[in-house]
């Protein structure tokens, strides 16, 4: 089991431009963050129908985005609104060390750090426990990790709330018609 701290960002860094997935707490739930989504859904036996987010460091990063897109990112980003645009999940989170290492990889994907039908892990001791089979795939960040809510995840396109979070449809629409 390879663990990290917080002081070990370059290795982080490393580990992750080379094909690894880091098991890490966001500000949501811990998470399973990649370079490549394939890999996470192999990791989490994950069903390919299902969505996983995008983190950015910025909506600057993100092309073809309308005026209610940037009202929502201005307003919520970095925080706890994935925003549905064109089929793909994207987000800014809110953790600092996180946005560092996204800063310096590029986008990462994200999912909740559990295989497919299990528990939200609450440790890297945990995570090592359900991901472990894999080896030197996956990294983990040391610590005791936060369950917090998740996300609220709003499809812009289609305007509907996919997954209830601490963001309401109230909330969105206020920001979106001001």
């Known amino acids: 089991m390879v663990v990290y701290n917080n002081n070990d960002i370059d290795a982080i860094v490393f580990e992750i431009k080379n094909n690894k997935a880091l098991i890490a707490p966001t500000d949501t739930i811990p998470g399973i963050l990649a370079k490549n989504k394939n890999t996470i859904y192999r990791l989490k036996?994950?069903?390919?129908?299902?969505?996983?987010?995008?983190?950015?460091?910025?909506?600057?990063?993100i092309k073809d985005l309308n005026n209610n897109f940037i009202k929502l990112a201005r307003h919520f980003w970095p925080g706890n609104l994935t925003i549905v645009k064109n089929g793909i999940s994207y987000r800014?989170?809110?953790?600092?060390?996180?946005?560092?290492?996204?800063?310096?990889?590029?986008?990462?994907?994200?999912?909740?750090?559990n295989l497919s039908g299990y528990n939200v892990i609450k440790n890297y001791q945990e995570a090592y426990d359900m991901f472990g089979i894999f080896g030197t795939e996956v990294i983990y960040l040391d610590g005791n990790y936060c369950v917090n809510k998740p996300s609220t995840v709003y499809d812009i396109d289609k305007d509907r709330?996919?997954?209830?979070?601490?963001?309401?449809?109230?909330?969105?629409?206020n920001i979106i018609q001001n």
């Open 45 to 61: 036996k994950r069903n390919r129908n299902k969505k996983i987010i995008l983190f950015v460091c910025s909506w600057k990063h």
């Open 92 to 113: 800014v989170p809110r953790d600092k060390f996180l946005l560092e290492i996204i800063s310096r990889t590029g986008p990462l994907y994200c999912s909740s750090a």
């Open 161 to 173: 709330i996919l997954r209830e979070g601490e963001i309401t449809h109230e909330q969105i629409r």
